[in-house]
């Protein structure tokens, strides 16, 4: 079946470490999007890329990186120099033809200690 | 820039009964789209409905429904029959822009939460 995983589900870490989020799809879209959502609020724009080896940011980019070396993945990596990183992260792809509707992933839970 | 509002954090409905979840937008842009998702309490977002700025009819999925009214700017959903399964949260949001510079980068409402009860 086609789709979009995201892994860890839950992640733990200690304050000033660096952890990153995976996220992989076999739908054979161009695009891909890091969102965050804080609890009761809707989701914000990280980070998104277009193509392989393009990235641009988002609404909330700082303390944030990401790359993309392969069309199926897009990890995020979330620095020590966010300083609120506890959120639910969204990965979602879209295939650059069809305006705008994004297929998201089952989400990341990060909860820094 | 893009703007979403939901102004009711959270709606009930009996089984069975229709619901109407507003949105309201706001946008310079000629051409935009707007969407809704659900996501239950497990988290994922699940896409529902999608309607252009240039559509002339309004959307349909199912038992989704999006009432959009261009000149107030609004596109509510209206899920009729309404089933337990419904309850979760639901998000409105739009992309907006010419020659495709937005596709993809969605603006998204606070949301509303949708209780069905038996």
């Known amino acids: 079946d086609g789709g979009i995983t995201q892994s860890p589900k839950y992640l733990f870490r200690k304050e000033g470490q660096n952890v990153t989020l995976s996220c992989e799809q076999n739908?054979?879209?161009?695009?891909m999007y890091w969102y965050r959502q804080d609890p009761g609020q809707g989701l914000r724009l990280i980070y998104y890329?277009?193509?392989?080896?393009?990235?641009q940011k988002g609404d909330i980019a700082e303390g944030y990186s990401v790359s993309r070396e392969k069309k199926e993945s897009f990890p995020l990596t979330v620095t020590s120099a966010q300083k609120n990183p506890t959120a639910f992260y969204l990965c979602?792809?879209?295939?650059?033809?069809?305006?705008?509707?994004?297929?998201f992933g089952e989400g990341s839970r990060l909860t820094v200690l | 820039a893009q703007k979403i509002t939901q102004t009711q954090p959270g709606m009930f409905v009996q089984e069975k009964e229709a619901v109407t979840l507003d949105c309201t937008y706001d946008?310079?842009?000629?051409?935009?789209?707007l969407f809704w998702y659900k996501q239950p309490s497990s988290g994922e977002m699940i896409f529902l409905i999608y309607?252009?700025?240039?559509?002339?009819q309004n959307a349909t999925e199912g038992r989704y429904s999006l009432n959009f009214q261009k000149a107030r700017k609004s596109a509510n959903l209206v899920i009729s029959a309404s089933q337990l399964g419904d309850s979760a949260m639901y998000f409105c949001?739009?992309?907006?822009?010419?020659?495709?510079?937005?596709?993809?980068?969605?603006?998204f409402g606070q949301g509303t939460i949708l209780t069905v009860h038996p």
């Open positions: 979602a792809s879209s295939a650059t033809q069809l305006a705008g509707e994004l297929f």
């Open positions: 890329s277009q193509i392989v080896n393009d990235f």
């Open positions: 949001a739009m992309w907006g822009g010419a020659g495709g510079t937005s596709y993809g980068k969605l603006t």
């Open positions: 739908l054979n879209h161009d695009a």
């Open positions: 309607q252009g700025s240039y559509d002339e």
């Open positions: 946008t310079s842009d000629q051409s935009y789209g």
